[in-house]
């Protein structure tokens, strides 16, 4: 198990915060309940329901945060940013998508915890500071990235997060 110690997240905000791992907690117990298992069209089509009931609570729940914390751009935006964008080398495309205002599109950040090799165990005040608990199945993960954002969303300080070896306090970017 890893833990993510953070701060600077007010009582509601962590409320909040509680609410939506709570959701995405129960993603994860059906994706590992049958994982490995395979997908038959009933239950596959029974989860994703759950998925898309879920993230309507989880737009709610963000409120004004759905627009300030993710990239949500209008199909016209879109075309504009991915204009030409195949044609850009991989360090061209990594720099594109650094420029955006944003560094998560909600639909891609939804997906990501959905596929993401971990497993969400707990979240919890600790002293002053909170935790949240995870397990990774693999490693690396695309899911750390995925993971920390819920703490960004609610502009919390990461202090200490084990998914990453040699992490330094105030680290904000995941290399490999």
Do not use: C
């Not at 751009?73 to 940013?81: C, G, L, S, V």
């Not at 995925?146 to 040699?166: C, F, K, R, S, W």
Request: proline letters at 3%; zero cysteines; aromatic letters at 14%.
């Amino acid at each position: 198990m890893q833990k993510i110690v953070f701060t600077k997240i007010s009582e509601k905000d962590f409320q909040d915060m509680e609410a939506i791992f709570g959701i995405l907690k129960g993603w994860k117990e059906i994706y590992y309940a049958n994982y490995g298992r395979e997908k038959s069209n009933e239950w596959q089509a029974e989860f994703e329901l759950k998925v898309t009931e879920d993230t309507l609570k989880i737009i709610e729940i963000l409120d004004t945060r759905y627009n300030a914390k993710f990239w949500n751009p209008t199909k016209a935006e879109a075309a504009e940013f991915y204009k030409g964008y195949n044609k850009l080398t991989l360090e061209e495309k990594s720099a594109k998508e650094r420029s955006r205002p944003h560094k998560w599109n909600f639909d891609s950040w939804i997906d990501a915890i959905v596929n993401m090799e971990v497993a969400l165990l707990d979240l919890a005040p600790d002293g002053t500071n909170y935790v949240m608990t995870v397990e990774e199945s693999a490693w690396p993960s695309a899911g750390i990235d995925a993971t920390q954002h819920l703490i960004d969303i609610y502009d919390g300080e990461v202090l200490q997060n084990e998914m990453i070896p040699d992490f330094d306090e105030g680290v904000r970017v995941i290399t490999w």
